[in-house]
């Protein structure tokens, strides 16, 4: 049977960025049950952004759900864990896929998630990121070579990577760690914990997830870590 899945998004004034997102990542979504929750962080200038959103087809899709959450805290960071758990915490299904608003899953990412679900007993999965540079020359922007290396236990602790773009874990790893914590970093500290806690973490540098540099503080502090 194949593992199904929840994907989890928080998303804040992106809806451009989701829009395409979608369009790569529901053909992805074949097995019966899987479902996109996007957390929603409303306020007044985005709420016209969302609902020409949910009036297209692709907004309409059922395997689309949207949780709509006012922040209590405007800090980037602290407002994207919060969503985190929340979306975990409605999630259906036993595995749930953690991707970012600004970040883009290549074609078959999804496939190589259920791959090592059910052929390697995986308990965390993730895999590879390159950074999408805009460029105010050109139409394209940049997408800049991905770093390659090899993970082995002790690396997340120890400082040596920080598993950015698609991460994927059993709902089981989530409630045992209590979720993210809301603090900044908290993205960071779940991972350390996976990782001390003698949970399975399987490295696919094949699962590429492209991330768009910002204005957000998290994203730059992000890319320089892969500098």
Not at 31 to 39: A, K, Q, R, T
Not at 93 to 105: G, K, P, R, S, T
Not at 124 to 132: E, I, K, L, Q, S
């Amino acid at each position: 049977m194949q593992a199904r899945l929840s994907v989890i998004t928080p998303t804040r004034r992106r809806w451009p960025d989701i829009e395409q997102q979608a369009n790569v990542l529901l053909p992805q979504l074949t097995s019966p049950g899987d479902e996109w929750i996007i957390v929603v962080d409303r306020d007044e200038e985005g709420d016209s952004l969302y609902q020409r959103f949910w009036q297209q087809p692709t907004g309409t899709d059922k395997r689309i759900r949207s949780i709509w959450l006012s922040y209590e805290s405007k800090n980037n960071v602290n407002c994207v864990n919060r969503a985190r758990n929340l979306g975990s915490a409605v999630a259906c299904q036993d595995y749930l896929v953690e991707i970012d608003d600004h970040d883009f899953v290549a074609d078959g990412a999804i496939s190589l998630v259920r791959e090592a679900f059910e052929n390697l007993a995986a308990d965390y999965v993730f895999g590879d990121v390159a950074r999408r540079v805009p460029t105010s020359t050109s139409n394209d922007d940049v997408i800049l070579e991905p770093q390659r290396w090899k993970y082995v236990p002790g690396m997340i602790a120890a400082g040596a990577v920080r598993p950015l773009g698609l991460r994927a874990m059993r709902a089981a790893v989530w409630r045992a760690l209590g979720g993210w914590q809301v603090w900044p970093g908290g993205d960071l500290d779940f991972a350390i914990r996976v990782e001390r806690c003698g949970f399975r973490i399987v490295h696919i540098p094949e699962i590429l997830s492209t991330i768009t540099v910002g204005e957000s503080d998290s994203i730059m502090h992000a890319c320089r870590h892969l500098a």
